[in-house]
């Protein structure tokens, strides 16, 4: 008997995946195809796979080719796969050619013609219109989303806003952009979706008045400064039938949830104690002190210590407290915020203007996770024990600065309007709101 495997996504299965798989089972008596997860294909850049995993094998199933279908998770697999299950031969597409020489060492490796004009890629393009995006801002978090959204299909970043023409018109210039405009409402006549990378107290004005206008919304961090602000933007989103996604980078990188959902899934025992520390030194130049009403550490860097504590705990804190120190000019240099909750206590603190180690612990009663600086970028993470030689590192993907993971998100909400996200709720969402809001109230207490 001759066995046969192939590999592929098969996402929105379509005529050239009929037609390998035929051409497959016919080099042999028995076909195993396998199907990748979610996981590894975000892994391996593959980022707008648009069916589950389990529909993608059902449709495989159905074109009757298969005599065994199995998972395929990570790199190195197709050589265990090989050896375990004796393959005769190994078949993909000549989209391929030459990528899997190396498996000639196991057995016979065959490209065969990929069917011409269709693709998933083109599937996907034809059933979802391309979402065109404006940035509205345009710092050097804007710069980089324009990056980043190259990676990811569907988006097209068609140009950028400033209420300052020149500012709009460099960036235009220098990201090859079509459209800079100084005018709000023109501009948003030009897109579907904005992107709102502009300074912290604007972002309500122009995600409202953008959804308004039936235009889906992705709000950077802190998405606003005031909780009845977030319910607002969320109700209208609602109403509109319209995407609003608050842009915390860290709360869509695959290894930062899979850190949330191991230390949530018991591993560590009852979790009593997050510690999140985030802290960047930076002149008084910048952004972040230049912005003397709402700049600072808190409002700057909060929002991904906050996460963690609000993914662990949930949102139903006890109490919170502030301390901080404050900058001649108003801002805070450094903030310590205490939270307690009914089974669990937590400690969020950034900084600008003071260098601390930077971790995030998260601590239970039978270990502990330990995430190095900078965890907001989740590559790897230690789940440590009172035993030490059971501790154990688990490693993640994060590619590039990571934006992609947040606007590939931003696209299947989009597409698959109604999914409401679990990767960072409304909840989680209004909650930032407030805190936010809390802060600012403590930091105008005390004068500064
Ligand atoms: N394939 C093919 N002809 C096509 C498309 C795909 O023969 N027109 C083959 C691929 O070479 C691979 C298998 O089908 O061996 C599964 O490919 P997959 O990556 O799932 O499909 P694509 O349509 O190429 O997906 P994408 O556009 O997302 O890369």
Not at 51 to 74: C, L, T, Y
Not at 351 to 357: D, I, M, R
Not at 392 to 409: A, C, N
Not at 416 to 425: D, E, I, R, V
Request: net charge negative; with cysteine.
């Amino acid at each position: 008997m001759k066995t046969v495997i192939t590999y592929g996504t098969f996402d929105l299965f379509h005529e050239g995946h009929y037609n390998i798989l035929k051409r497959a089972k016919e080099l042999g008596d028995y076909l195993i195809v396998g199907v990748t997860t979610e996981g590894y294909d975000m892994s391996r850049g593959k980022l707008n796979v648009v069916e589950p995993v389990m529909d993608r094998i059902e449709h495989v199933k159905q074109s009757g080719f298969a005599d065994q279908i199995i998972i395929e998770d990570h790199v190195g697999q197709k050589i265990e796969d090989i050896q375990k299950y004796h393959v005769d031969t190994f078949v993909i597409g000549s989209d391929w050619l030459g990528k899997f020489d190396y498996l000639k060492e196991y057995c016979e490796v065959v490209y065969l013609e990929r069917t011409k004009g269709v693709s998933s890629t083109l599937k996907r393009s034809e059933e979802y219109k391309l979402i065109r995006i404006g940035v509205v801002g345009s710092g050097r978090i804007a710069g980089r989303f324009v990056a980043e959204a190259r990676y990811v299909s569907g988006i097209h970043v068609a140009g950028v806003f400033n209420p300052h023409m020149e500012s709009a018109r460099a960036f235009a210039k220098e990201y090859e952009l079509d459209i800079c405009e100084d005018d709000y409402d023109r501009f948003l006549r030009e897109v579907d979706a904005v992107y709102v990378a502009s300074p912290h107290g604007t972002h309500y004005a122009y995600a409202l008045q953008a959804l308004e206008q039936g235009k889906h919304a992705l709000v950077e961090k802190p998405m606003v400064l005031k909780k009845a602000e977030a319910e607002r933007l969320f109700s209208l989103a609602y109403a509109k039938k319209r995407v609003l996604m608050e842009a915390i980078k860290t709360a869509y990188a695959p290894g930062f949830i899979r850190m949330i959902t191991m230390a949530k899934s018991g591993l560590i025992g009852e979790i009593r104690d997050v510690e999140a520390c985030f802290t960047k030194l930076t002149g008084d130049n910048t952004r972040e002190f230049l912005d003397t009403e709402y700049g600072g550490s808190f409002t700057e860097l909060a929002s991904y210590t906050l996460l963690s504590i609000f993914k662990i705990f949930g949102c139903d804190e006890q109490g919170v407290e502030f301390s901080s120190m404050f900058t001649e000019k108003g801002p805070d240099g450094y903030t310590k915020a205490y939270f307690t909750f009914k089974n669990g206590i937590a400690t969020s603190k950034t900084g600008l203007k003071v260098k601390s180690e930077g971790a995030l612990v998260i601590s239970g009663t039978g270990g502990y996770i330990r995430v190095e600086a900078p965890w907001w970028k989740t590559k790897e993470f230690e789940i440590c024990y009172e035993d030490t030689s059971k501790n154990e590192k688990v490693y993640s993907q994060f590619q590039g600065d990571g934006l992609r993971y947040e606007i590939s998100d931003f696209v299947n909400a989009i597409n698959h309007y109604g999914n409401t996200g679990y990767k960072l709720t409304q909840e989680e969402s209004v909650k930032l709101a407030e805190m936010m809001e809390r802060f600012l109230e403590y930091r105008k207490s005390k004068g500064s």
